[in-house]
């Protein structure tokens, strides 16, 4: 099978002790995506957990981590050595090395296949600039809506651990974003203009993305997305909405019975063991204290909340 996503510069063979291996990190999405997958899956693998500085530390822009992958982004699925690249290629090559499992997830019905590509599809983050096109994919709207959790979870890292990626990050946007986010906190988020700006229009289009997708549960009125079965289509939509959560945009996106199909969709994918087992217990606390940090401020300030929510 080809690797097309292998980015330059990255090796064709990692050092490997078992026959899958995941680096990834507790709070990113498509390293939450990766673990489900592979819990859905049955598919064992060692992890190695590698820090973002969201999680305290850019363990990613490290020496040992760019011999991995020389972009530093997580995750990466290794498979007897062979290291797969872009989660939600990822996610694919792992069902297919998973005999009936991997096929009830990825179904061989070329109808049924195409459904599932399209919304594993709608969920990824593609590309270099991945907070582009958010009225194409539901995945692109996900940076720009978790900014008021960055903006929590950074006001535990030193500010020193922030600076160190303007020396190290191949990327210099991001400590400078984090950097901001850190001094201006969560309150001061308002006056954040073009985060602001993003923001808003990433909710307003994750809100169309919504209504399609309450739409294609309506279509057929079963549990999941292709139907009566669980498939990688649900595990790429249950780490975008578990997401939604986490930053408190539920209310709003399906609260009060809005949207009552993605809600109680929603119940559905929060009540799977790998839900549980794969984010929830694998929360690192600033995740914990950043998530009630985001509904604090929002209680205690009624204009942070009205210029979110709108
Ligand atoms: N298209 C990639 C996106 C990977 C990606 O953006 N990973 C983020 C976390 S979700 C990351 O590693 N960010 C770290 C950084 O940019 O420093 C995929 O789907 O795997």
């Given at each position: 099978m080809?690797?097309?996503s292998?980015p330059?510069?990255?090796?064709?063979?990692?050092?490997?002790?078992q026959?899958?291996?995941?680096y990834?990190?507790s709070?990113?999405?498509?390293s939450k995506?990766?673990?489900?997958c592979?819990?859905?899956?049955?598919?064992?693998?060692?992890s190695?957990?590698i820090?973002?500085?969201e999680?305290?530390?850019?363990?990613?822009?490290?020496?040992?981590?760019?011999?991995?992958?020389?972009?530093?982004l997580?995750?990466v699925l290794?498979h007897?050595?062979?290291?797969?690249?872009?989660?939600?290629?990822?996610?694919?090559?792992?069902a297919r090395?998973?005999g009936?499992?991997?096929?009830?997830?990825?179904?061989e019905d070329?109808?049924?296949r195409s459904e599932?590509?399209?919304?594993?599809?709608?969920?990824?983050?593609?590309g270099?600039?991945p907070?582009?096109?958010?009225?194409?994919r539901?995945g692109?709207?996900?940076?720009g809506?978790?900014?008021p959790?960055?903006?929590?979870m950074v006001?535990?890292?030193p500010?020193?651990?922030i600076?160190k990626g303007l020396?190290?990050?191949p990327?210099k946007e991001?400590?400078l974003i984090?950097l901001?986010?850190?001094?201006?906190?969560?309150e001061?988020?308002?006056?954040?203009?073009?985060?602001?700006?993003l923001?808003?229009?990433?909710?307003?289009h994750m809100?169309?993305?919504?209504?399609?997708l309450?739409?294609?549960?309506d279509?057929h009125?079963e549990?999941?997305?292709?139907?009566?079965s669980?498939?990688?289509?649900?595990v790429?939509?249950?780490?975008i909405l578990d997401?939604?959560?986490?930053?408190?945009?539920d209310?709003?996106l399906?609260?009060?019975?809005r949207?009552?199909?993605?809600?109680a969709y929603?119940?559905?994918?929060a009540s799977?063991k790998?839900?549980?087992?794969?984010?929830?217990?694998?929360r690192?606390?600033?995740t914990?204290l950043?998530?009630?940090?985001v509904?604090?401020?929002?209680?205690?300030?009624?204009a942070l909340?009205?210029?979110?929510?709108?």
């Amino acid at each position: 099978m080809s690797n097309p996503s292998r980015p330059a510069g990255a090796p064709e063979e990692i050092p490997y002790e078992q026959e899958w291996e995941l680096y990834h990190n507790s709070f990113s999405l498509c390293s939450k995506k990766l673990r489900v997958c592979m819990a859905e899956l049955g598919l064992p693998y060692e992890s190695h957990h590698i820090h973002l500085i969201e999680t305290g530390a850019y363990e990613n822009v490290g020496r040992d981590y760019l011999a991995v992958n020389p972009k530093g982004l997580v995750p990466v699925l290794v498979h007897r050595g062979r290291p797969i690249y872009e989660s939600h290629e990822e996610i694919v090559y792992a069902a297919r090395h998973a005999g009936d499992r991997g096929r009830a997830l990825l179904p061989e019905d070329a109808a049924l296949r195409s459904e599932v590509d399209h919304w594993i599809d709608c969920a990824s983050l593609v590309g270099d600039d991945p907070m582009a096109d958010t009225h194409l994919r539901a995945g692109h709207c996900i940076p720009g809506l978790t900014v008021p959790i960055f903006a929590t979870m950074v006001s535990h890292i030193p500010v020193r651990e922030i600076l160190k990626g303007l020396l190290t990050h191949p990327n210099k946007e991001r400590p400078l974003i984090f950097l901001t986010l850190k001094l201006a906190g969560i309150e001061r988020l308002p006056k954040l203009v073009p985060a602001m700006k993003l923001m808003r229009r990433s909710l307003k289009h994750m809100g169309m993305h919504l209504d399609r997708l309450g739409e294609q549960l309506d279509k057929h009125g079963e549990d999941w997305i292709a139907g009566a079965s669980f498939s990688l289509a649900d595990v790429s939509w249950m780490v975008i909405l578990d997401r939604l959560v986490e930053v408190d945009w539920d209310g709003v996106l399906w609260g009060d019975d809005r949207r009552p199909s993605v809600a109680a969709y929603w119940q559905r994918l929060a009540s799977r063991k790998s839900y549980r087992e794969q984010i929830v217990d694998m929360r690192c606390e600033i995740t914990r204290l950043g998530i009630d940090e985001v509904k604090r401020a929002k209680r205690e300030h009624p204009a942070l909340r009205e210029a979110l929510e709108g």
